[in-house]
């Protein structure tokens, strides 16, 4: 019941442009700080974007600029646009929501970038 699903994953092109999705259910949403995350094959898990509950954002330098983290309270969703795509960009890409000690992550969604 409480779970996190994202959508919009798949293949682009390099310089391309992607959303990417995250509904959240059995959860205040509004009270619960979000982000997205990734990870590439062989690396580390890390954190692309956040938001605070109160709509304050934050990124990652690699993607400053071509990201944009965003949040709709009234949907229960979380978005994350993708812009300018670059091949480093291919991971699985994680939503989590957190709130005190409360961490609950999504199953993931594929994005490749081709060259």
């Known amino acids: 019941q409480v779970q996190l699903v994202e959508s919009g994953g798949g293949l682009v092109q390099a310089g391309g442009s992607l959303r990417l999705s995250c509904a959240a259910s059995g959860i205040i949403f509004r009270l619960f700080a979000m982000g997205w995350y990734r990870q590439a094959p062989g690396n580390q898990r890390e954190l692309v974007a956040t938001?605070?509950?109160?709509?304050?954002?934050k990124y990652a330098d690699s993607v400053k600029g071509r990201f944009t983290i965003s949040r709709d309270n009234a949907k229960n969703t979380v978005s994350l646009q993708i812009n300018s795509a670059k091949p480093e960009d291919t991971a699985v890409y994680y939503c989590r929501a957190s709130r005190a000690s409360y961490e609950i992550w999504g199953q993931g969604t594929q994005v490749t970038v081709s060259s």
């Open positions: 938001i605070t509950s109160d709509g304050s954002t």
